[in-house]
């Protein structure tokens, strides 16, 4: 999929998100060293959905660095899961998987 676009919100402007159908892998240009960014996930279906940020690299002891899993809730489930720099690869980019994607939206914001 490509890149999903950050909707951007500063403290004298407000937005709404702005949502889009999730993907199997979602990805997002990462945050750098600047400014604050979260995505959004949304599912209106009736079971649960995991949502697994990929973290790339390896720690200090050679093991994979560990992805951070979330549940999201069924039917009127949201998470608000903020983007850390570490999370994204060599490239700039974060990965952010979910086990199904029917009848889950995501959307991606930055607030300057």
């Not at 951007?8 to 945050?31: I, K, N, R």
């Not at 599912?43 to 649960?48: F, G, K, P, R, V």
């Not at 570490?86 to 889950?104: E, F, K, L, M, P």
Request: proline share 7%; net charge negative; no cysteine.
């Amino acid at each position: 999929m490509a890149l999903i676009a950050p909707t951007v919100m500063s403290y004298s402007t407000a937005a709404l998100p702005s949502f889009t159908a999730a993907s199997a892998s979602d990805t997002f240009q990462g945050p750098g060293t600047e400014g604050q960014y979260f995505v959004v996930y949304r599912n209106t279906n009736a079971a649960t959905r995991t949502i697994t940020v990929v973290v790339p690299g390896n720690n200090n002891y050679g093991q994979a660095n560990p992805d951070p899993q979330y549940t999201l809730a069924a039917t009127t489930g949201e998470l608000w899961i903020p983007i850390h720099p570490i999370w994204q690869d060599s490239t700039g980019v974060v990965t952010i998987t979910t086990s199904a994607q029917t009848n889950v939206t995501v959307a991606y914001m930055k607030i300057q």
